[in-house]
């Protein structure tokens, strides 16, 4: 299609346009959809097992053994509502700040949505507005664009007739009149997010691990379940029998039991829990958790990439200082500041001026050149009646003064940037340029004008606090390496020049080695700071990134923590797991903290829950093998599962925890976990062996001790978990041991679990054998500790 007229484009264009889809819409089916959220988290194996198990004890009238339902239903509805959160946050994604467009129709100027936006269309734009879609500039007068939402560059780029204006950037000194060339899915903006609008879950150890136990627990259960259904029947006599005389519900009820003792329902849902409280816990200090498992990553992190402009710097430049060079300056030079100051198509660096230098009106300028980045500086000219005309010239040194004079000066300037300082000169002519746009003959320097970025008051303390804990600082920008150095050194980094990533390698292996041997990288483009960051975690590292521009998006997506501003655009906040919703960069720190005690009390419960899954496989096995039925009824296993494990795992898990992140929180967990759960099983054979000699015609006294010596044994491996022990620890043990006796004492709660206490002979067995389970308990703690020194 033909590009349109200065007077844009009709009606019956802007139709055909979108009838050719070529309006500024995009896609979002990048998100997964409720039904996919709904069977992910639902429609499982493990749910449909225990789903079928609660509905079988339900048929059969035994509500009372199907108690284990509620964790089961509570673990897909935090999985589901956590995954829909995630979608919204997602599908709200939007670049766009501000949703209205200025374009040309028809001739006359009109508002409309952005989305409304067809290609050719005429956008006008001024100093403020956002560019809603990829232009290309028809006319223009002093335009700059901020691009650095985009490309992480903080400086503004000058836009002549002809230049392309990318979506996304923001206009922030002069007016134009562009065509646009790319609209919807096209537009530089829309592509630079797509992957990341795509959906993920963050990179949990925690999680990986629970799932890593669920598979293997999932190969084990049909060949234990045939194992128990066999043993169940022969102890009732045979197939023959227990069906003739309806004894197979019983049978059923055992290996329904058995099933449900081996799948941790209870850690999957006090790990969400624990990740939900930790959640709450950081939305009171202002840190909002995109998604619960984000809480433990931090604490695992030991590589920090981070972006200068809006993380380590607030974004914008301060006026530092003023550097007079001649001890009788052209007067009213105070006054030629004020003006550029307050020009209404001034840029960012010259408004900043406005704190130190008024403008009284006493000056009425008759030429005017504004700002351009290719020309690198702006010039005015004023009249004062009769008298001088002079003019002032505000740019950078090297391009105002001309070559081979004020070596003292440009020296001076060089000596200035080399701090990290923005550096502008001042300069005086009298009479006005021989050209339009050319500097006026015979320019004296007056003074340099120095500008400083703002550093985040926090940035200092906090980097040198992850220094000590461990965590090795990157620092990844878009602008010029020597300028990033700067502020690197400013924020207490060790650094004495970047890394130009214009030359940062292509291959994987050499990427990786330029990573591991720089701290700070200048001119990086998004799809680079993405590369980066795969690069360390090829190397080993747990990554985190912060950010606040659209261009740190992709990076933050690849890491595995990101960390978005609150002055973040709206796309970075959306793929971050974590945002700083009043930018306070010294929040981090209470992140870290409340990660390791999410981690280590997770790794301190898990081997409660762990345990119970080995001592039930080991039990269904033997118990089996040698045709014996399963030793407990399902609510008996609520029983001693609330006591031993479900009540006190829940207040240990939020309890404070300072412990440092170690890696291997599965090996180490299953090192105690599995020996602890034969433990148990070999006392629980020897009382059932016992019991089945002395007294088998007495089931119910079997459970009863059984139950005993399972809530004995199962509370001297709380007490070894519980180490080092504390106030709170020590008082949770008592309420336990506490409730245990009550239990078994009060009539309501020894009909509901069918107890009672087992013969004075029995007792003293399931006594015996008890104490003798928890010396073994006893040794194997120590030795784990001695293995695995905290």
């Known amino acids: 299609m033909a590009g349109p007229p200065l007077t844009g484009l009709t009606e019956a264009d ?52 199907a108690l284990f339902g509620l964790a089961a239903a509570g673990n897909a509805v935090i999985g589901a509502v956590q995954e829909f959160r995630a979608k919204r946050s997602l599908d709200r994604l939007a670049i766009m700040d501000a949703p209205q467009a200025r374009v040309l129709r028809d001739g006359e100027l009109q508002e409309i949505h952005a989305d409304a936006v067809v290609q050719d269309d005429v956008l006008i734009l001024r100093s403020g507005d956002q560019v809603t879609a990829d232009a290309a500039v028809l006319e223009a007068a002093g335009l700059e664009a901020d691009e650095s939402l985009l490309t992480g560059e903080s400086d503004p780029v000058g836009k002549d007739a002809g230049s392309e204006l990318l979506s996304g950037s923001i206009i922030v000194a002069g007016h134009a009149k562009a065509r646009v060339v790319r609209v919807g899915a096209e537009a530089f903006a829309s592509r630079l997010t797509a992957d990341a609008r795509r959906f993920s879950l963050v990179n949990s150890e925690i999680r990986n691990s629970l799932d890593r136990v669920l598979r293997w627990i999932t190969w084990a259960i049909v060949p234990v379940a045939v194992l128990v259904v066999v043993g169940e029947l022969q102890a009732l006599g045979g197939w023959q029998d227990a069906f003739a005389t309806g004894a197979w519900t019983v049978a059923l009820v055992g290996v329904i039991a058995s ?6 329902l209870g850690l999957v849902l006090l790990t ?20 619960l498992a984000a809480v433990e990553g931090l604490a695992r992190v030991d590589v920090l990439c981070m972006d200068k402009t809006g993380t380590l710097t607030e974004g914008g430049l301060k006026f530092e ?30 408004r900043s001026l406005a704190v130190a230098f008024d403008d009284d009106a006493g000056f009425q300028s008759i030429s005017y050149v504004p700002f351009s980045s290719s020309r690198k500086w702006s010039a005015v000219t004023f009249s004062r009646g009769s008298g001088a005309t002079p003019s002032w010239v505000l740019g950078a040194p090297e391009m105002i003064l001309a070559p081979g004079s004020h ?10 940037a080399g701090k990290g300082l923005r550096t502008l000169l001042l300069g005086a002519a009298d009479g006005l340029p021989g050209k339009p746009e050319t500097l006026p003959d015979g320019l004296r320097p007056v003074a340099l004008l120095t500008f400083r970025e703002q550093l985040r008051g926090d940035a200092f303390d906090t980097l040198r606090f992850f220094r000590a804990e461990g965590v090795e600082v990157k620092i990844i920008s878009g602008d010029d390496p020597r300028t990033v150095a700067a502020i690197a050194g400013r924020v207490g980094l060790d650094v004495t020049e970047g890394y130009d990533a214009r030359s940062l390698p292509e291959d994987p292996t050499l990427l990786e080695g330029v990573m591991k041997s720089n701290t700070v990288f200048g001119r990086v483009t998004p799809d680079q ?34 960390i978005a501003m609150d002055s973040a655009a709206p796309a970075t906040k959306a793929v971050a797991r974590l945002v700083l919703l009043d930018g306070r960069f010294d929040r981090l720190p209470e992140v870290l903290a409340e990660g390791r005690r999410v981690i280590a009390n997770i790794e301190r419960v898990s081997s409660l829950f762990l345990s119970k899954t080995a001592y039930s496989i080991a039990v269904a096995v033997s118990f089996g093998l040698l045709q014996w039925s399963f030793p407990f009824l399902p609510r008996q296993l609520s029983f001693t599962d609330g006591l031993t494990i479900g009540i ?3 207040f240990l898990a939020l309890m404070p925890n300072a412990r440092r992140y170690r890696p291997g929180f599965l090996r180490r967990s299953l090192w ?41 044994v199962g509370l001297w491996i709380l007490a070894a978990v519980s180490r080092p022990l504390n106030a709170g620890r020590v008082g949770v043990l008592a309420a336990m041991c506490a409730a245990l006796v009550i239990l078994f004492n009060f009539p309501l709660a020894q009909e509901f679990f069918i107890l009672s206490w087992p013969p004075i002979d029995l007792l003293i067995t399931a006594g015996a054998v008890s104490v003798g389970g928890g010396l073994a308990i006893e040794l194997l703690a120590l030795v784990h500790r001695r293995r695995f020194p905290r």
């Open 672 to 712: 105690f976990s599995v020996p602890a759960g034969l433990i148990v099983a070999a006392c629980l054979l020897a009382v059932n062996g016992i019991a089945t000699a002395e007294a088998p015609s007495e089931p119910d006294a079997a459970r009863s001790a059984s139950v005993l010596t399972l809530s004995f």
């Open 648 to 650: 006190p795992a829940f």
């Open 529 to 562: 700071k993405r590369n980066m960051v795969a690069a360390l975690q090829r190397l080993g590292h747990t990554v985190a990134m912060t950010g606040d521009g659209v261009n740190d998006a992709l990076a933050l997506k690849a890491a595995d923590l990101g």
């Open 407 to 416: 070596a003292d000066v440009l020296e001076q300037a060089g000596e200035l």
């Open 272 to 291: 969400s829990v624990a990740f939900a409280v930790g959640g709450l816990r950081l939305a009171a200090h202002k840190v909002l958790i995109q998604e």
């Open 14 to 65: 802007v139709l055909a346009r979108i009838s050719s889809g070529l309006d500024n819409r995009t896609p979002d089916q990048t998100s997964r959809s409720l039904w996919q959220i709904f069977r992910a988290n639902v429609l499982t194996l493990f749910n449909a097992i225990v789903g079928t198990s609660f509905l079988v004890l339900l048929l059969l009238g035994r509500w009372q053994d």
């Open 321 to 350: 200082a003023v550097y007079q060079l001649t001890s009788a300056p052209d007067t009213g030079w105070q006054h030629a500041l004020g003006w550029f100051a307050s020009e209404p198509e001034a840029n960012a660096t010259a």
């Open 259 to 264: 099933i449900i003792a081996m799948v941790p």
